[in-house]
């Protein structure tokens, strides 16, 4: 009996230091598998917080297979989605703001020049049907500030239809004529030796780009530098 008791105690004793093992070296995996979630919540907890404050390039780029890099992953889409919804934001302000800003500026122009008191009958009939169309255009944009349906969907309206070049140069001319008259620069429009063919475009889109490119001409030039506007075909 007492060989027998000798071997039970020592089997308990190895039991019970393989349990005290066993314990430890748990509670160490399982520090350390809580302590690597809670790094990596704590990444989706800083993300959050960038993407609450508007920035949105720093992706997490956990690849996990778990829940954790799941969501990590949904966090980086998101991200991706909303830098997109951003930068079309800005774009579409920077636009809505250059395409107001020069009717404005030719209204102020033309109103200048009505002002004066040596103007012809039919240069101030002129200037008064410009003054007209300003506001047409302005009128317009209003209505296309008020679709911003656009932004939701991420796409422009383009239409492909036959497009008068020389005809879009003229009104170009005409629309920047009180811009330059207030620049001190004269819109010279090139006469070509022979008509230029239509185009396939959007007219509105190639008006757009026209107005930008004057604006900038005019805006960025010493002031009475002329500034000639030509359309001619290439291929």
Do not use: C, Y
Request: charged share 25%; proline share 4%.
């Amino acid at each position: 009996l007492s060989d027998v008791n000798s071997a039970a105690s020592l089997v308990e004793r190895q039991i019970l230091i393989a349990t005290l093992i066993a314990v430890v070296v748990a509670v160490v995996v399982g520090w350390g598998a809580a302590l690597a979630i809670s790094v990596r919540l704590e990444r989706l907890k800083e993300a959050a917080a960038r993407i609450a404050a508007g920035t949105f390039d720093q992706p997490i780029g956990d690849t996990s297979p778990d829940e954790v890099g799941q969501v990590a992953r949904s966090f980086d889409l998101m991200q991706t989605r909303l830098a997109q919804v951003d930068r079309a934001r800005k774009d579409f302000i920077a636009n809505a703001s250059h395409e107001l800003r020069t009717p404005l500026f030719s209204l102020a122009g033309f109103l200048e020049l009505l002002a004066e008191e040596d103007l012809d009958q039919e240069t101030r009939a002129e200037f008064v049907q410009s003054t007209r169309e300003q506001v047409s255009r302005l009128t317009k944009l209003a209505g296309d500030l008020l679709d911003l349906s656009r932004l939701d969907s991420g796409a422009v309206g383009v239409v492909r239809e036959p497009v008068d070049l020389a005809a879009t140069a003229r009104t170009l001319v005409r629309e920047f004529r009180g811009l330059g008259a207030r620049h001190g620069s004269r819109i010279v429009l090139a006469r070509s030796p022979t008509p230029p063919p239509r185009g396939i475009g959007d007219e509105d889109r190639v008006q757009q780009i026209g107005r930008a490119l004057l604006d900038n001409a005019v805006r960025h030039t010493p002031r009475g530098t002329n500034v000639r506007v030509a359309v001619a075909a290439e291929d």
